[in-house]
């Protein structure tokens, strides 16, 4: 019989062996002709930030945090109120298919129904987050024990039963979840910028565009700030004030259009042949397919190519760097003082949304994939390298392992035993937990590949963008639902690995 | 009528049942124990048995079927979530309703002080004791209990498992614990290798029997 290691690892070789072929056919050339000196003028903006370049650094800290923070409430508010209902197979498949839509697509959308508002910001992070919510939020109840509903008489309501012995269970998993995708929250509103909300991001690209890397070096330390923080001024008691002051904080909605809102969903979104047909008979239903065939057929199938492309090449980049960054926080190999320069280093990776690693991987390389590929990698290589790094932390080693047991480097790996405890102790342990990060990341990387068509890579995204342009929301429409399903698929596909190769993020 | 009666039932897995031919019956006022070697089925049985007397019993699970983030004030309160509605219980939560009557049941099993305490925060002894208060808060005519007092030392357990007797008029308890069945019960169920081996009244059975049982 064949060790569980061995089909991971046949797996592991046919991802590389892929990603290796399609490295011949992708385009990753670098453009730019001299790459180095603006990476040292980026160098010294990032350490010489100047806080007074932009008199509206503050008015975008606030708008930013308060578009995530209100994005995230109502995400939870209807993502609880979804899991709730979780098991019947339309809220599954609706959840299923709002949150394999970026936010920045579903930005693009609100932007014709409310322009640039901040409700379009809002309703760019509520509703994929809700899904998403929904999703987690109902596995935790799933998995929670059942045993204290027995206990109590089946004649009282539901609704008492549900908060002692269901909801007082998984508060503080729910909590701390929320939490985390509060964080995420952050990221995206600041990528919102992108699309012209005032958020970080926008003035990160202004200053970014225009060369003022001393005022780059200010907005994104304040991010990191803003990130780092979140756990000193993020108080439960506090929170209801913190939603109120957000809400007052955002100026105001404007006038929504039902008009407008009928408009688009009545009739913008459906291929022309439709619109333009005098009655809805079968001609008309044969030109709107033959239309549907014809954009299936076009542009965006090198869409589809480059996107499956770019993910599966930035999949096995970020596995690489996770395998050799995560060594870098594991008190093991460099020590106590080394682990906690580490944690900052990778937190710092997975903290830069990959919208503004790209950014600046294409300022720095030109127009390829390479920047994106960068860009994916490095994000969520560091993110995964960070929870790789916890894992190893707890690992207990063989007594008899090659480790300094007293004195200053008590802990730390002798003198030219890393290797062999890298590959013969650690790897082997914590594989199968690497394998369940990486796939679980792989719908996630998908859907970022999309978006990054907005910065002018030729992904799905890219093709999106360019009809919203031409104002051919039909076409549009009909490309985000294909990214949608192309998301699904790979996390079906995800889903059915991770069983067959039975992988869990935890320990064995 | 008998209060639960089982005729050659499979109990467990419908395609692997982990109990073949189940026949028995239990009278109202009987105290009952179930023994017999890990694996035998004991819980299963137990299981199935609540769950045609649900509303008549009070249950104790193995594994204590508490809320760890709940105070022991709320996990036993929770026993009686139907006398109430959905307002009281959740006001409940905020500022306690039936403080002094749950903490007479909490002086009783020596955790008067920890009313305030998450139960996650006490040992595994407290826990298993404040599993067995909310079953006599809830105040049942049968107690139903899965090896519940198997954390206690033998004083304690035998205290507290004479006080759940005095309450309760029926008594259905798996139970490992040779000396306890013998002395508390006033019939034993054994099970072994998937079936009943013997039920018998305790006074026809002695130490040795018992051990007999948990011989290979």
């Known amino acids: ?508 | 009528m008998a209060l639960l009666e089982l005729s050659d039932a499979a109990l467990g897995y419908e395609n692997s049942p982990v109990l073949n031919n189940v026949s028995l019956t239990i009278e109202a006022g009987e105290k009952v124990a179930l023994i017999g070697p890990s694996g035998a089925g004991k819980s299963t049985l137990l299981n199935r048995l609540h769950s045609l007397i649900r509303e008549q019993a009070a249950l104790c699970p193995q594994s204590h079927g508490l809320v760890g983030p709940l105070s022991l004030y709320n996990n036993i309160y929770m026993a009686r979530l139907e006398q109430f509605n959905t307002f009281s219980n959740i006001w409940n939560l905020i500022k306690p309703q039936r403080w002094d009557e749950i903490a007479a049941i909490a002086s009783k099993l020596g955790l008067r002080d920890k009313m305030k305490i998450s139960v996650d925060k006490l040992s595994g002894g407290q826990r298993q004791r404040v599993a067995i208060g909310r079953a006599l808060y809830r105040n049942k005519p049968v107690f139903m209990g899965d090896e519940p007092v198997s954390s206690l030392d033998p004083l304690q357990a035998k205290q507290l498992l004479s006080h759940i007797s005095d309450s309760h008029h029926t008594l259905i308890v798996a139970i490992h614990d040779r000396h306890l069945a013998l002395n508390c019960f006033d019939r034993i169920i054994a099970l072994k290798g998937g079936k009943i081996e013997f039920d018998k009244p305790t006074s026809q059975l002695d130490i040795i029997a018992l051990n007999a049982l948990y011989q290979p």
């Not at chain 1, 549009?476 to 399903?485: K, R, S």
């Open chain 1, 1 to 508: 019989m064949q060790s569980s290691g061995y089909a991971q690892g046949k797996l592991s070789f046919t991802f590389v062996l892929i990603a290796l072929l399609l490295v011949l056919t992708a385009d990753l050339e670098v453009s730019t002709l001299d790459p180095w000196s603006e990476m040292g003028r980026m160098a010294t903006g990032l350490i010489t930030p100047d806080f007074f370049a932009t008199e509206y650094l503050f008015e975008a800290l606030f708008f930013t945090l308060s578009i995530a923070l209100l994005g995230i409430s109502f995400g939870a508010f209807f993502g609880f109120f979804l899991a709730l209902v979780f098991n019947y197979l339309l809220v599954r498949i609706v959840c299923a298919f709002f949150r394999s839509i970026h936010e920045l697509f579903w930005a693009l959308i609100f932007l014709q129904l409310f322009g640039l508002t901040p409700l379009t910001a809002l309703c760019a992070i509520s509703i994929p987050y809700a899904c998403t919510l929904a999703k987690v939020y109902a596995e935790i109840f799933e998995q929670a024990d059942n045993t204290p509903a027995l206990t109590v008489s089946r004649k009282a309501d539901v609704l008492s039963v549900f908060i002692y012995t269901k909801l007082a269970l998984v508060k503080d998993q729910l909590i701390s979840y929320t939490r985390y995708r509060f964080e995420c929250a952050l990221r995206s509103s600041t990528i919102l910028g992108f699309i012209g909300m005032p958020t970080l991001g926008f003035h990160l690209e202004s200053a970014f565009s225009q060369g003022n890397y001393s005022e780059v070096g200010a907005l994104l330390l304040s991010f990191y700030l803003l990130i780092t923080s979140i756990n000193l001024w993020l108080k439960a008691k506090l929170l209801p004030v913190y939603i109120v002051a957000a809400w007052f904080y955002l100026p105001e909605f404007g006038n929504v259009s039902w008009e407008n809102f009928a408009r688009f969903f009545g009739s913008d979104i459906w291929p022309s042949p439709l619109r333009r047909a005098t009655e809805f008979d079968l001609q008309a239903i044969s030109e709107a397919i033959h239309w549907y065939w014809s954009l299936l057929t076009g542009e965006i199938v090198e869409g589809v190519v480059n996107t499956l492309v770019l993910t599966q090449l930035a999949l096995v980049t970020t596995g690489g760097i996770a395998l050799v960054a995560f060594p870098l926080a594991v008190r093991l190999f460099v020590g106590f003082s080394g682990r906690l320069a580490g944690q900052g280093v990778l937190v710092v990776l997975r903290s830069t949304p990959e919208m503004i690693l790209a950014f600046i991987f294409l300022l720095l390389l030109g127009p390829s994939m390479l920047p994106a590929v960068l860009a994916l990698a490095i994000h969520n290589g560091g993110l995964i390298a960070f929870l790789l790094a916890e894992l190893a932390n707890n690992l207990t080693l063989r007594v008899d392992a090659p480790i300094q047991r007293h004195g200053f480097y008590k802990g730390k790996v002798f003198n030219g035993q890393a290797v062999s405890l890298y590959l013969y102790e650690v790897l082997p342990r914590i594989y199968s937990s690497f394998l369940a990060f990486l796939f679980y990341r792989w719908e996630v990387i998908m859907r970022e590949t999309a978006i990054l068509g907005i910065l002018g890579v030729t992904t799905l995204g890219f093709y999106i963008d360019s009809a919203f342009e031409d104002m051919r929301y039909d076409r549009a429409m009909f490309y985000i639902v294909i990214t949608a399903l192309l998301c699904i698929g790979v996390d079906l596909m995800s889903r059915f690995l991770r069983k067959k190769l039975n992988v869990k993020p935890s320990l064995g």
